[in-house]
Nanobody, 121 residues
Framework: QVQLVESGGGLVQAGDSLRLSCAASARTFSSYAMGWFRQAPGKERDILVA????????FYTDSVKGRFTGSRDNAKNTVYLQMNSLKPEDTAIYYC??????????????WGQGTQVTVSS
């Protein structure tokens, strides 16, 4: 079982930056691929960025390329999402997720509770 706790969300203005963190409880954190998702009101939950177990980036979704940067620190059992040049359309609940080897990002094995990001114009 893995517990994931996100933090760092808040209310910001367009153009501002935020850094989200996701702390994991698992002793075997480095054995999980990690990802960040977001869900805007009335929309589906979409994946933004995913990292391999070793920390290499698997992909970024096009809407955040060049603005968002993901990273993971296996020594701290934590993944991060640096979000720059935020736009009102980035307003959503942001979730981190963990995926076991053999699972897919369409159905991660563990989810955090989410953190709200609101970007005002």
């Amino acid at each position: 079982q893995v517990q994931l706790v996100e933090s760092g969300g808040g209310l910001v203005q367009a153009g501002d930056s935020l850094r989200l963190s996701c702390a994991a409880s698992a002793r075997t954190f480095s054995s999980y691929a990690m990802g960040w998702f977001r869900q805007a009101p009335g929309k589906e939950r979409d994946i933004l960025v995913a990292y391999s177990r070793g920390g290499g980036t698997i992909f970024y979704t096009d809407s955040v390329k060049g603005r968002f940067t993901g990273s993971r620190d296996n020594a701290k059992n934590t993944v991060y999402l640096q979000m720059n040049s935020l736009k009102p359309e980035d307003t959503a609940i942001y979730y981190c997720a963990a995926r076991k080897w053999g699972s897919s990002w369409s159905s991660p094995d563990f989810w955090g509770q989410g953190t709200q990001v609101t970007v005002s114009s």
